[in-house]
């Protein structure tokens, strides 16, 4: 499956209804959930937003924030506002709607490239490479209520039924051995799991968009795993920093922290690296998070 077949799983092709105005459909739902991804709002209304803005801009910061839950069977449409029009700069505005009322409301601006005459950046953690791991059948990120829904995957282990149709693929890389409680950290290699075309740049950053929100809650539940037993998780918000050029089908690193947690409520960042260590994209997510009783 390459270039537009691609397309039409993730984000998901998005269909020009009026100006401006675009409907997008194929969502992909999650095992046990019983909304949409909200990776799947980020990614169709960046996508919505970039067919408005010039070629030579390139998104660098985008904020979404999920304001009502979405039906999973219905298309989505993408109203974009186009907040302003600079040299160096463009401003827009994404709401997200179904049967006319507000799921999602995305803010995303983009950049003219400039040469930089500074840089710095956080280095990369030292793990094992994606060569050496095996792939993750998502048994941690699914909901435990989910078990009568269970499946054998290739090598007999137990997976949730869709679970295997999730369009990223994933590694888990192990932590150091810690005593007592653990650290609300994960450390995960991912990817597309099918090639996508070298001439689409934006492409690239609407699936990274789209697979950036899969793992995050899940990190700040790293230290109560296996006990915990969810009854709901949901996304409330979620911001990215694009800082580099990247390739979302070449492995990346995804360093997710959460230095807080309470009120029912998890804050987690990322760190998102390419092989050779560059930094390219930041992420932050606030969650909803509460147990199954």
């Given at each position: 499956?390459?270039?537009?077949?691609?397309?039409?799983?993730?984000?998901?092709?998005?269909?020009?209804?009026?100006?401006?105005?675009?409907?997008?459909?194929?969502?992909?739902?999650?095992?046990?959930?019983?909304?949409?991804?909200?990776?799947?709002?980020?990614?169709?209304?960046?996508?919505?937003?970039?067919?408005?803005?010039?070629?030579?801009?390139?998104?660098?910061?985008?904020?979404?924030?999920?304001?009502?839950?979405?039906?999973?069977?219905?298309?989505?449409?993408?109203?974009?506002?186009?907040?302003?029009?600079?040299?160096?700069?463009?401003?827009?505005?994404?709401?997200?709607?179904?049967?006319?009322?507000?799921?999602?409301?995305?803010?995303?601006?983009?950049?003219?490239?400039?040469?930089?005459?500074?840089?710095?950046?956080?280095?990369?953690?030292?793990?094992?490479?994606?060569?050496?791991?095996?792939?993750?059948?998502?048994?941690?990120?699914?909901?435990?209520?989910?078990?009568?829904?269970?499946?054998?995957?290739?090598?007999?282990?137990?997976?949730?039924?869709?679970?295997?149709?999730?369009?990223?693929?994933?590694?888990?890389?192990?932590?150091?051995?810690?005593?007592?409680?653990?650290?609300?950290?994960?450390?995960?290699?991912?990817?597309?799991?099918?090639?996508?075309?070298?001439?689409?740049?934006?492409?690239?950053?609407c699936l990274i968009a789209y697979m950036s929100d899969l793992w995050m809650l899940s990190a700040a539940l790293t230290p109560y795993?296996p006990s915990f037993k969810v009854g709901m998780m949901t996304s409330l918000d979620h911001t990215l920093w694009f800082h580099s050029?990247?390739?979302?089908?070449?492995?990346?690193?995804?360093?997710?922290?959460?230095?807080k947690a309470g009120n029912n409520r998890a804050l987690v960042t990322g760190r998102l690296y390419k092989q050779d260590g560059t930094?390219?994209?930041?992420?932050?997510?606030?969650?909803?998070?509460?147990?199954?009783?």
């Amino acid at each position: 499956m390459e270039g537009e077949d691609m397309r039409a799983n993730v984000p998901g092709v998005l269909e020009e209804i009026d100006g401006d105005l675009y409907r997008g459909s194929h969502l992909w739902r999650p095992v046990g959930a019983k909304r949409i991804y909200g990776g799947q709002l980020v990614g169709q209304a960046l996508e919505a937003a970039t067919r408005t803005v010039a070629s030579t801009l390139t998104v660098h910061s985008l904020h979404t924030y999920f304001v009502r839950s979405g039906d999973w069977a219905l298309p989505v449409m993408y109203k974009v506002l186009r907040l302003r029009d600079g040299q160096s700069f463009a401003s827009r505005s994404v709401l997200a709607s179904q049967q006319g009322r507000p799921i999602a409301v995305t803010l995303a601006s983009f950049h003219k490239h400039e040469p930089s005459s500074f840089e710095h950046q956080q280095p990369m953690p030292d793990v094992p490479g994606p060569e050496t791991l095996s792939e993750s059948k998502y048994q941690f990120f699914v909901n435990e209520k989910m078990k009568d829904d269970e499946v054998s995957d290739k090598d007999g282990k137990p997976v949730r039924k869709g679970a295997l149709d999730v369009p990223i693929a994933a590694k888990i890389c192990p932590l150091p051995h810690q005593e007592g409680k653990k650290e609300p950290r994960l450390l995960i290699w991912m990817k597309s799991r099918e090639p996508l075309p070298s001439d689409s740049s934006s492409l690239h950053l609407c699936l990274i968009a789209y697979m950036s929100d899969l793992w995050m809650l899940s990190a700040a539940l790293t230290p109560y795993h296996p006990s915990f037993k969810v009854g709901m998780m949901t996304s409330l918000d979620h911001t990215l920093w694009f800082h580099s050029p990247v390739r979302a089908d070449e492995w990346l690193l995804y360093e997710l922290y959460s230095p807080k947690a309470g009120n029912n409520r998890a804050l987690v960042t990322g760190r998102l690296y390419k092989q050779d260590g560059t930094l390219a994209v930041s992420t932050v997510q606030e969650g909803l998070i509460r147990s199954k009783l």
